[in-house]
Structure formats: C-alpha cells, structure tokens
C-alpha cells in the first residue's frame, strides 16, 4: 500500500484551464500538506491543514484553492491556469499533535505542465 | 528571517570516497532538521532527522549528520558513497513545533562517479 498517494503523476494541460490535483495518505497523520518544486528544484510550502483545518497559506495566487474533505485527504484545484504555473507539486503528511514525529512522507509528486 | 542554506550545490565525488554536504540554518532557540534524498523523478525520502539527544544521526543507507548549534549546521556525511547514492539532497528546517512547517533548503546534487 502507497502511504502517500497523489493523482494524477503527469497533467498537461493548456492556458486558462481549470484542473485538480488528488491526495490521499493511510498512514493516520494529522496534518497533510502542498509544496511547489519549480525547475530549479526549490521547494516551496504553499498549505497545510492539520484535522482538517487550514493552518499554513502561504502567498499563493487567490486561483490556487486547497481542500480537505477528511483528515486522509487534501486536494489542490488550480483555477485559470498560468504557464508559470508548470512545476512539480508534492503532498505530503505528517503527525505533528501528539509530538512524536515530525518527518514528513511524501507522495510522488504530479508534474505540472502548462502550455 | 528563517532559512536553511546548503552550501554547496552540486558535489561531484568517485565512489567509495567520502563525502560531506553541507547545511546552515539560521539561528533559533529549537529547531528540528532533517535530510531528505530525492531521485529522479521520484518524490522525497527521509534520510535522517535531529528532534534532540544526541548530536550524532545516523539514517538509512550508511548516512549520518551531526547538529551543530553554535555554528547552527547540520552537515550530512557519509563515509564510502556508491553510484546508486547519485541523487538530490535537500536540508530542512523545522522552526514551528506547533504546524509542522519545514523550510528547505536549495537542494546539493550529489554526482557519484565510476
């Protein structure tokens, strides 16, 4: 089982589209989280709810909007889509209430194309 | 401001050499850091982490890395690298126990060599 699963992996898409990102993790984290990887591989967080509660947005466009419909899953749509737009996005979670650990899991990654 | 800074970022080595990649971070009164490794098109993976204890960390795949709070570093080193090591190394930072937030840092290629 894929402890950290994002959908699509690739997305291609033209200007102006409107599209969805997917993410889901089964490992009982309470805090999930988006991070922009840009071409030259820095790693930027754009947000982070934690039980379902936004706690982190960081200065993102109004045209990214994140959603979390349970603790398992958080979900990015992106609204009007811009060619700087084209980078790699990550999920990730963690469990950061009870203290124990603060590492991070990663999905895979969903790259981003915009032309 | 808080930022993690690695120093170096490509870092071409010959195999079973040693190698060490360096990270700073910017002071604060706790932090909690971490090294992750990423191969090509894949996603990231936890190398190692210092939340307290021991100065010393060791992680997966013969790594380890050593917290250094008065020169605020946490350099990753490993003694003998492979081929199958050839891959990007980020540095981060956690300055906020209470989101979980991480800052990286801008990521050292690791080139191993034949």
């Known amino acids: 089982d894929t402890a950290v699963s994002q959908t699509p992996k690739y997305l291609v898409t033209q200007m102006g589209n409107d599209k969805s990102i997917k993410c889901e993790q089964n490992?009982?984290?309470?805090?999930m989280y988006w991070y922009k990887q840009d071409s030259k591989k820095f790693l930027k967080i754009m947000f982070s709810?934690?039980?379902?509660?936004?706690?982190i947005n960081e200065t993102v466009p109004n045209r990214f909007s994140p959603k979390s419909p349970d603790k398992a899953h958080l979900n990015l749509h992106i609204n009007s889509l811009e060619l700087g737009d084209s980078a790699v996005y990550f999920c990730?979670?963690?469990?950061?209430?009870?203290?124990?650990?603060?590492?991070?899991?990663f999905g895979s990654g969903t790259r981003l194309t915009v032309v | 401001a808080q930022s993690v800074t690695q120093l170096d970022s490509q870092v071409p080595v010959f195999e079973e050499a040693p190698v060490e990649l360096r990270c700073n971070y910017s002071?604060?009164?706790?932090?909690?850091l971490f090294w992750y490794v990423q191969y090509p098109n894949q996603g990231l993976q936890l190398l190692l982490k210092?939340?307290?204890?021991?100065?010393l960390v060791k992680g997966i795949n013969g790594f380890e890395a050593e917290f250094n709070k008065s020169q605020t570093s946490f350099h990753l080193r490993k003694p003998s690298v492979h081929i199958s090591d050839t891959a990007e190394y980020f540095c981060?930072?956690?300055?906020?126990?209470?989101?979980?937030?991480?800052?990286f840092g801008q990521g050292t290629t690791l080139q191993v060599k034949p």
């Open positions: 002071s604060s009164v706790s932090v909690y």
């Open positions: 709810y934690n039980n379902k509660e936004l706690i």
């Open positions: 210092y939340l307290s204890g021991s100065t």
């Open positions: 981060a930072v956690s300055y906020s126990s209470n989101t979980g937030k991480l800052i």
């Open positions: 490992l009982g984290h309470d805090t």
């Open positions: 990730a979670s963690s469990q950061v209430d009870t203290r124990t650990d603060y590492g991070y899991t």
